[in-house]
């Protein structure tokens, strides 16, 4: 579904992502880990087209993110690690804006939003603006705009970091949904134990190189996950 | 402490209005160089033209208050002005430098005293004041000394009064961003009502200078009448003017008194900070009721997306759209008062053929000019740009919904004006036509330049909206270059009229705008859409 070829990106001397190549699969949970300043962030904006690469290819169900931007962002959607919302919009605005750009019915946008709402705990909170959300009400409104228009893959970027007990638990089930529906979710995350429970395959990343991925038993054998990204960061240094 | 917070504050400001570091990563993948040095060129002759519009008045009201003795009275209106001037640009950054900075909530959980905070901020809002303020007092003053005569006492004085009218802007300011941070925690359409306080604000100035003006007599006359009562009735009044002029006692009974003011102020806002700047901005739950929305085309879901961002921000409308409103107030005299328009038209028409046709052309050119709506709303998407650079939409649909609300919300009154000229103008049906069309083309000009600029210099990194709205050098350049211009399109015929006439002259001009709303439009469509995708 997601394939990253040989991705490199740049920022003036300092290369930041470096000869990547990673291939997710409809019903994955693709776990991406490193250290901070790794390159994570840059590859996940690489691969929503928010982000101009210097080398490689990105293709979404074949079809190439340079060439065909547009046809590419209306399967994928993306939750940043900030979300910064439009905090001059209420909820409801903002679902309803996501909705008209994705070209959803009003028949369906109104029963995703009502289950979605109600499953995360937003409902009351719909006609608030956004700019009295707390952090935690502006992910659980982001996860919404990314579930609203159904898309095949979706993209996240530290998902449970401000996210309550609660809407941690329900966004894991979203995303085990999601993928049993032959979807498929790439995501960074520091929490290395969500990360062993949930996903179906991982890839580690230090200074911009790939430096192990695969299923999750390739990539820590009878090792926690912990244990093996310790490990590694040791060895690379 | 203090000393740390006061150059963090300072880092701060000149750092978001100078764009260091504005946008991510500029196309060519390393940071804008020189920037900041066009910014502040830029800064500098907006300065320079607003402080030379006040030399020439000051000039001006100078000559004939001191031929009648009165130059305390000059120093009297000119530091009105200032204090108006600096309190008006001023009130709306007020409130969102105390009480709505976004670091408010970091710096109060350190161990800093609140009062250092407090302090911190009014330096800036001080420092704002001064910058405002200083545009009218400083060229006032200097006029002063220039046409009145040098002494110590009236450098001295001069200088101290320059100082006093920046504290009272700093006192004002702060009053009126405490009115303005209460009325934002109460009301609901807060950013209507403040538009419509500002409003009300301006048309009661409006109100008392046509009052005056429709009394029929010589303004010199009634300024000297204004100036006896002054002195009779309102003798401190009279002692600040007095300050101008050297007198040592006015000055120093005015620092007495200002002190005083300040120190209430102060108590004010000490008592008053931590519960405005902590409160959550929400007065009352808004209750959510499902409803079966409509479905809405892409284009128009963007142009919504515009629209909200328009009328959420009292600061947006009242500084970008302010020329609207001073375009349907104009239609709207000149529908009452036209006669007199049309006498003095028809005696310039009868010196130089054809000057009333393209000279009101020129006049809502200018109008139109001022709008700029467009040039802040690139750098207005701020750290929320990823939002539409992640949808499936292209980069021009986005900019052409930004340019679509510029040229909307500037139809009506565009217009309204348009039309009013046209039956006003002792001109004939081609060249009325020509009005409209030399006019139409201006505004899809001065929309498509703001969005060129907004593009070449972004923002994207503000913590306060103040800084995209009026504190960048797009927003100048777009509404200096609209009034500009359309004074060179005017001033130009007076050159080449006698030899073109009306009719060639206004089709020539819209020829020209044609062509640079052609250039314009196909950038932004090619290079300004990439250079949008890649902020």
């Not at chain 2, 006492?153 to 009218?165: A, D, E, Q, Y």
């Not at chain 2, 060249?431 to 600029?453: D, H, N, Q, R, S």
Request: hydrophobic share 50%; charged share 15%; net charge positive.
């Amino acid at each position: 579904m997601l394939n990253i070829s040989h991705l490199t990106k740049r920022y003036g001397d300092k290369v930041a992502v470096d000869d990547l190549s990673l291939h997710i699969f409809p019903g994955n949970i693709y776990g991406f880990i490193g250290h901070n300043g790794a390159g994570k962030t840059t590859t996940l904006k690489a691969a929503v087209g928010i982000m101009q690469f210097d080398s490689g290819t990105i293709t979404i169900d074949g079809l190439d993110l340079k060439t065909n931007p547009l046809a590419c962002k209306a399967k994928l959607a993306y939750i940043p690690d900030n979300p910064d919302l439009y905090e001059f919009m209420t909820g409801i605005k903002y679902l309803n804006f996501i909705a008209d750009v994705f070209v959803v019915s009003p028949a369906d946008r109104q029963a995703r939003i009502r289950e979605l709402a109600d499953r995360l705990g937003l409902t009351s909170d719909l006609a608030q603006p956004i700019s009295a959300y707390s952090h935690g009400m502006k992910q659980k409104l982001a996860i919404i705009a990314a579930w609203i228009h159904t898309p095949r893959l979706i993209l996240m970027d530290e998902p449970f970091v401000g996210l309550d007990p609660k809407a941690s638990h329900l966004l894991k089930q979203m995303m085990r949904e999601h993928c049993d529906r032959g979807g498929a979710i790439f995501f960074s995350t520091h929490v290395l134990e969500v990360a062993e429970k949930l996903c179906d395959k991982v890839a580690i990343i230090k200074q911009g190189r790939l430096i192990r991925s695969g299923t999750m038993e390739e990539v820590k054998g009878d090792d926690s996950l912990e244990e093996v990204f310790l490990e590694l960061e040791d060895e690379s240094c | 402490m203090l000393k740390t917070l006061i150059k963090k504050q300072i880092t701060e400001t000149l750092a978001l209005t100078f764009r260091k570091g504005a946008a991510r990563w500029t196309v060519t993948g390393g940071r804008g160089k020189n920037s900041g040095i066009g910014t502040v060129v830029v800064m500098a002759l907006a300065m320079l033209y607003i402080a030379g519009m006040f030399t020439y008045f000051s000039v001006n009201l100078c000559n004939s208050m001191m031929a009648v003795k009165m130059g305390w009275m000059y120093y009297l209106v000119t530091s009105g002005s200032a204090i108006l001037f600096g309190t008006f640009g001023n009130i709306f950054s007020t409130g969102f430098t105390l009480y709505m900075a976004k670091d408010n909530d970091l710096l109060l959980s350190m161990p800093i005293k609140i009062r250092d905070v407090i302090i911190s901020r009014l330096f800036v809002v001080f420092f704002m004041g001064l910058l405002y303020s200083g545009i009218v007092s400083v060229p006032a003053i200097v006029v002063g000394w220039v046409i009145g005569g040098f002494s110590f006492p009236r450098v001295i004085c001069g200088l101290m009064l320059v100082i006093l009218v920046s504290l009272i802007v700093l006192g004002l300011s702060c009053l009126l961003g405490f009115v303005v941070a209460k009325i934002s925690q109460k009301l609901k359409n807060r950013s209507f009502l403040t538009v419509l306080i500002a409003l009300a604000f301006l048309a009661l100035i409006c109100f008392f200078y046509f009052r005056i003006l429709n009394r029929g007599q010589d303004l010199m006359y009634i300024m000297v009448r204004v100036g006896e009562d002054i002195r009779g009735s309102a003798y401190p009044i009279y002692l600040f003017g007095r300050i101008g002029e050297g007198d040592w006692l006015a000055m120093l009974a005015w620092v007495a008194a200002l002190a005083l003011l300040l120190g209430l102020i102060w108590l004010l806002l000490k008592k008053t900070f931590l519960s405005i700047s902590t409160a959550t901005p929400s007065p009352k739950k808004a209750i959510y009721k499902e409803k079966a929305g409509s479905q809405r085309s892409v284009s128009s879901a963007l142009l919504r997306k515009e629209w909200y961002r328009f009328s959420s921000s009292a600061n947006y409308m009242l500084n970008c759209g302010m020329a609207l409103l001073l375009l349907l107030g104009f239609g709207g005299y000149l529908l009452v008062k036209g006669g007199t328009l049309l006498n003095i038209m028809s005696a310039l028409g009868s010196s130089f053929h054809g000057v009333a046709p393209v000279l009101l052309c020129a006049l809502n050119c200018m109008l139109i000019g001022m709008v700029d709506i467009s040039a802040p709303s690139v750098s207005l998407e701020g750290r929320s740009i990823w939002q539409v650079q992640c949808l499936p939409v292209t980069p021009w649909q986005v900019l052409r919904a930004k340019l679509l609300l510029h040229l909307g919300i500037s139809a009506v009154p565009m217009l309204f004006f348009s039309v009013v000229l046209m039956v006003l103008a002792p001109a004939s049906a081609v060249e009325k036509v020509l009005m409209l069309v030399v006019t139409v083309l201006y505004a899809i000009l001065f929309g498509l330049f703001g969005l060129f600029l907004g593009l070449k210099m972004p923002n994207l990194n503000w913590t306060n909206e103040i800084v995209p709205i009026k504190q960048n050098a797009a927003v100048l350049i777009s509404m200096f270059s609209g009034m500009g211009l359309a004074m060179a399109f005017g001033g130009l015929y007076f050159l080449l009229g006698k030899v073109l006439g009306a009719t060639a002259w206004l089709s020539i001009s819209a020829l020209v705008f044609l062509a640079l709303d052609a250039a314009l439009f196909f950038w932004l469509k090619g290079p300004g859409a990439r250079r949008f995708a890649a902020l």
